[in-house]
């Protein structure tokens, strides 16, 4: 991204309205907006050159003061052949995001972030080291689909909001970047193909659950009791565990579907089968089903518990009224397995 892209605003991340602004602010009628929705997001396009519909001169006008990716794609890391890929991208003010492509059978999900860093501070996780630097813009997150999609030799099936970052931290850039990848005009992304993942931010769950949204909702549980999830989780604290069950409940009531736990099991902290029977008497009578993670290790203090123990762990859930999967994250030979991301690099 040179200098002189990077004072231009960019026009990915804007919808209709903002678009239909952009071209009053140009004095073009408001059907261009509706032609510029088309290029941007169905067409993917990366220049205004390829704008056909569009006469010369307001291709040059357009370029003058706009551009269209907020993101600079810096480095892919992992090869089309491998089924997890990391990528490294440039925000226009400096900052780096990473987002993860996973390939699974005839999945192939794309993990995006929503925050530079993260002020939640999970114990078992690298993005926390960086601390909180910003959210991102709805371009900012929308561009992470669309540059990846080009990179990717299988088309996305599943959007994932499980990258750097708390997405509920950073709501209403999140749901509007959900939203415009949902639209039907433009990229079409199945709402139910897209998951929005929270570690419990509770007034935020509320507000989902109200408004009706159509995503799913995953839940970062890791503790299978407030004492249990306080030792990884200081959030915890401030939405202790019986009021992000209330909070879930509503959601519930509110959906058609079922709400993901996510459990990491790390090593002596939440493998125990004690752990196991508590969580099935937390989770048992609930519209829900079960992730488990065996911890991704990161360098730090904690460890990933034996084969052994994560597969009695999974033993003792199979007994549980509610669907269980083991999760054995990808790349996490690049870092890029869950809780795994974080940019160290100096930003620009
Ligand atoms: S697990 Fe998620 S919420 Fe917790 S520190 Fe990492 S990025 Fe933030």
Request: net charge positive; hydrophobic share 35%.
């Amino acid at each position: 991204m040179n200098s002189e892209t990077n004072s231009k605003q960019a026009l990915i991340g804007l919808n209709q309205t903002k678009l239909e602004r952009i071209c009053s602010h140009l004095k073009e009628p408001s059907f261009r907006a509706e032609q510029l929705f088309t290029w941007l997001y169905k067409s993917h396009v990366n220049s205004f050159h390829e704008m056909r519909n569009f006469p010369n001169e307001l291709r040059q006008r357009f370029g003058e003061q706009y551009c269209i990716h907020p993101l600079e794609l810096i480095r892919v890391t992992g090869s089309t052949a491998e089924p997890t890929r990391k990528f490294l991208f440039g925000l226009q003010t400096g900052e780096k995001i990473e987002s993860v492509l996973m390939k699974d059978g005839d999945r192939t999900t794309l993990c995006v972030s929503s925050q530079v860093g993260c002020a939640v501070d999970c114990k078992f996780c690298a993005t926390a080291s960086m601390g909180f630097q910003k959210n991102l813009s709805v371009g900012e997150i929308v561009d992470q689909f669309l540059q990846v999609s080009k990179e990717s030799p299988s088309a996305i099936t599943n959007i994932v909001f499980m990258g750097m970052g708390e997405p509920f931290l950073n709501y209403d850039r999140v749901i509007a970047a959900a939203d415009l990848l949902n639209n039907e005009n433009g990229i079409k992304f199945g709402a139910q193909r897209i998951t929005i993942s929270t570690v419990g931010i509770v007034p935020k769950i509320i507000r989902y659950a109200e408004e009706k949204h159509r995503y799913k909702l995953a839940v970062s549980l890791n503790g299978s009791s407030q004492e249990s999830r306080l030792k990884t989780m200081p959030i915890a604290k401030k939405y202790p565990l019986p009021e992000l069950m209330n909070a879930i409940n509503s959601y519930t009531l509110n959906s058609r579907h079922p709400v993901t736990f996510e459990y990491v099991l790390i090593e002596g902290i939440t493998d125990s089968v004690a752990d196991a029977e508590k969580l099935i008497k937390l989770l048992s009578g609930r519209r829900c089903k079960v992730n488990v993670i065996p911890y991704n290790e990161i360098g730090g203090d904690y460890r990933r518990p034996t084969k052994e123990v994560i597969e009695t762990f999974v033993a003792v859930l199979n007994n549980a009224p509610f669907p269980v999967t083991i999760r054995w994250s990808k790349g996490t030979d690049i870092s890029a397995g869950c809780g795994q991301l974080a940019v160290l690099e100096k930003t620009a």
